[in-house]
């Protein structure tokens, strides 16, 4: 069955620090790749999306994620975290192999510490 | 612009109760669709439609019922509610065709508890 894996459920770095979350897809054909983020009882709202043109994307508030074919990833990457990116972040993939429908992963919490 | 509206935001039933959730969009999206978050499982796909008149499953569908009569809505009903359908729930839309090209727009959620 097609899946989207999530590497760890709670994520905490200090503010400044890298913000790494990891997410990783099977698909044997090219997948659309997201990153959805939601903040305390909010819906979610898109990050970044991977539509093939090119392998690095970048996103909002400051937010990249590198398409990694050979490693069927799409990490998602920050250079120096704020105290606002605590939140729940979603990775989510879409191809023919999975109906045309958006298939997300279990989620990753994000916590900033000051 | 309200994009996608959802209401009730919070809702409390007992076991067996019956209720609607209602889901309206004012982007003239061909696609709809419902999912239910859940802690440690992410979103997942209840029911969806691509047009008014046509509604299919998703992965999740059992005691949940759609219909899509017009554009713009598209309720969730529960028949007979049960604790296992606690959770927050999603409506998202956005315009038809390839689900990789076109992103979802998300309400803000109602939460229910069934107890």
């Known amino acids: 069955a097609q899946s989207v894996t999530q590497l760890g459920s709670h994520v905490s770095v200090s503010e400044g620090a890298l913000v790494l979350l990891r997410c990783n897809y099977s698909?044997?054909?090219?997948?659309?790749l997201f990153w959805y983020v939601q903040y305390p009882n909010q819906g979610l709202q898109l990050l970044l999306k991977?539509?093939?043109?090119?392998?690095l994307v970048k996103g909002i508030n400051g937010f990249e994620a590198e398409f990694k074919k050979s490693e069927t990833s799409f990490h998602l990457t920050k250079p120096s975290a704020h105290m606002s990116d605590a939140a729940e972040y979603f990775c989510?993939?879409?191809?023919?192999?999975?109906?045309?429908?958006?298939?997300f992963g279990a989620g990753t919490i994000l916590r900033v510490k000051s | 612009n309200a994009g996608v509206t959802q209401t009730p935001k919070f809702q409390v039933l007992k076991t067996g109760q019956s209720m609607t959730l209602q889901c309206a969009q004012d982007?003239?999206?061909?696609?709809m669709s419902w999912y239910r978050q859940d802690p440690g499982m992410g979103l997942r796909l209840i029911h969806y439609?691509?047009?008014?008149?046509?509604?299919d499953q998703g992965e999740v569908p059992n005691g949940y019922n759609v219909s899509r009569s017009t554009t713009e809505d598209f309720p969730l009903r529960l028949l007979s509610a049960a604790p296992s359908q606690t959770s927050v729930y999603f409506c998202?839309?956005?315009?038809?065709?390839?689900?990789?090209?076109?992103?979802?727009?998300f309400g803000a959620g109602s939460r229910l508890t069934v107890l």
């Open positions: 998202a839309s956005r315009t038809g065709g390839n689900a990789g090209a076109n992103v979802l727009t």
């Open positions: 698909s044997s054909v090219p997948p659309y």
């Open positions: 991977y539509t093939s043109a090119a392998t």
């Open positions: 989510a993939v879409t191809s023919w192999e999975y109906g045309n429908k958006l298939v």
């Open positions: 982007m003239n999206h061909e696609y």
């Open positions: 439609s691509v047009g008014a008149g046509i509604t």
